[in-house]
């Protein structure tokens, strides 16, 4: 990465703050003062005014969030929330968030690069629902509409995918507005009566029970990154070639 974007993962300071660090010759890689154009690998030794600076060390932790939980830090209003269901680690932020009344796969990190490109619409990360709807299951004409696309009060909305499934459906989406499922099927006249997000990316929630949290392996936190990129390069290409 650049030396710019470095200095800012390692939470010194903002890229443009970063980068006249860097033009006043206050910063080093191995040994030899920094420009711009400078890049860092993990193996590098990187000073700045001749004290060595390192990355923290990335964390990701997957969370089986139980119905009746806030996601949130400190919430006066919050009878409970995630953080009392989690490890004490620096920094740990939820990658997007599940309202009170859902449940499933809820992803935390220290490293906000990551939270950027997991919850950025421009790299359409998929997320996968399962839910249950007033009504029990979707008939096939209503999984049809919500693929071709429902209009809600800030804009239309669509599922990339959606299958029949007892009580509800299956659903794959890949914005996350602000309750985006619930509101997409009562616009088609299914209230949700339950949600339970069953996967992120790549990550599954698999048999993760209720309640508990697991860290995920270097190999999955490598793969949300690749996702995050696969599917960027996809909208980029898609929306530099227009509506068709």
């Known amino acids: 990465m650049r030396i710019n974007q470095y200095l800012a993962r390692a939470g010194l300071l903002s890229r ?6 860097i033009r006043a010759g ?3 890689v191995n040994g030899q003062p920094a420009d711009l154009t400078t890049r860092v690998g993990e193996n590098d030794l990187v000073e700045v005014d001749g004290k060595r600076l390192e990355l923290p060390k990335t964390v990701v932790v997957a969370l089986h969030k139980p119905r009746g939980y806030t996601t949130t830090r400190s919430d006066p209003h919050a009878e409970r929330t995630v953080y ?6 620096p920094g740990l932020h939820p990658v997007g968030r ?3 009344d859902s449940e499933g796969l809820l992803l935390f990190t220290n490293d906000g690069r990551l939270t950027h ?3 950025h619409p421009r790299h359409g990360v998929r997320k996968v629902y399962r839910v249950w709807t007033k ?3 979707l008939p096939q004409a209503l999984c049809q509409k919500l693929m071709e696309g429902v209009l809600m009060e800030d804009g239309p909305a ?3 995918s959606c299958r029949p499934a007892p009580g509800g459906a299956v659903l794959v989406l890949a914005e996350g507005r602000k309750r985006e499922v619930r509101r997409m099927l009562q616009a088609v006249g299914r209230p949700v009566t339950r949600l339970l997000r069953l996967q992120v990316g790549p990550i599954p929630l698999g048999d993760l029970p209720p309640g508990k949290w697991r860290r995920l392996r270097p190999e999955e936190v490598e793969a949300l990154y690749t996702e995050a990129d696969v599917h960027g390069r996809e909208r980029t290409r898609t929306d530099s070639r227009g509506d068709d």
């Not at 443009?16 to 660090?21: F, G, I």
């Not at 009392?84 to 680690?89: F, G, N, R, V």
């Open 16 to 21: 443009r703050k970063a980068e006249a660090l």
């Open 26 to 28: 206050r910063v080093r």
């Open 84 to 89: 009392e269901l989690l490890p004490d680690i």
């Open 98 to 100: 599940l309202d009170k």
């Open 117 to 119: 490109r997991l919850t």
């Open 135 to 137: 009504g029990g299951t």
């Open 158 to 160: 669509r599922a990339l």
